[in-house]
T-cell receptor
């Protein structure tokens, strides 16, 4: 139990579907992140939110749309995905880097996405 | 672009043996982190190294940060099956991750 909860754990969707991934953290952190983990590739940072404001968008296609309604919740809305988007999507949280902390990341268990 | 190269990519050894895995970059990092990820779970932080030349120990795991803060190593003494997993290093500045070393300890 890392204090970061992701749902659903597994998701299968067609290319025309719309779905959302949810992340919730109970650690009092103010920074939240979405990462994509594919086979044979490093963890890819997708989005960063600090104090609910998006501070990083790592050239992610617009078919991925993040939402951060408050510092405890983070969503990733998925629309018209491609089969190559199949991956493990990991949410993480940390203290904001501006606070002088080392920015250690606490990860959820991930949402395994399969796009048919 | 900052990159972290981890080696070896895969390592399978017998229980009780010692091993070292590496994390290298041409860039300087203010700190490096090591994570372990087990199947079906997210990565879990093991250690953060901040000072060049720093050595940190976590039971049988010894982490070292290079003097120039461009590389790090993880040494495991007397490996146990519970050490099996994907070991990831991450650079602090942009939270760049290496591809990881997949370690399998055979009982």
């Amino acid at each position: 139990e890392t204090g970061v909860t992701q749902t659903p754990r597994h998701l299968v969707m067609g290319m025309t579907n719309k779905k959302s991934l949810k992340c919730e953290q109970h650690l009092g952190h103010n920074a939240m992140y979405w990462y994509k983990q594919s086979a044979k590739k490093p963890l890819e940072l997708m989005f960063v939110y600090n104090f609910k404001e998006q501070t990083e968008n790592n050239s992610v296609p617009s078919r991925f749309s993040p939402e951060c309604p408050n510092s405890s919740h983070l969503f990733l809305h998925l629309h018209t995905l491609q089969p190559e988007d199949s991956a493990l999507y990991l949410c993480a949280s940390s203290h904001p880097r501006t606070s002088g902390s080392s920015g250690e990341l606490f990860f959820g268990e991930g949402s395994r996405l399969t796009v048919l | 672009t900052q990159l972290l190269e981890q080696s070896p990519q895969f390592l399978s050894i017998q229980e009780g043996e010692n091993l070292t895995v590496y994390c290298n970059s041409s860039s300087v990092f203010s700190s490096l982190q090591w994570y372990r990820q087990e199947p079906g779970e997210g990565p879990v932080l093991l250690v953060t190294v901040v000072t060049g030349g720093e050595v940190k120990k976590l039971k049988r795991l010894t982490f070292q940060f290079g003097d120039a803060r461009k590389d790090s190593s993880l040494h495991i003494t007397a490996a146990q099956p519970g050490d099996t997993g994907l070991y990831l290093c991450a650079g602090d500045d942009k939270i760049i991750f290496g591809k990881g070393t997949r370690l399998h300890i055979l009982p």
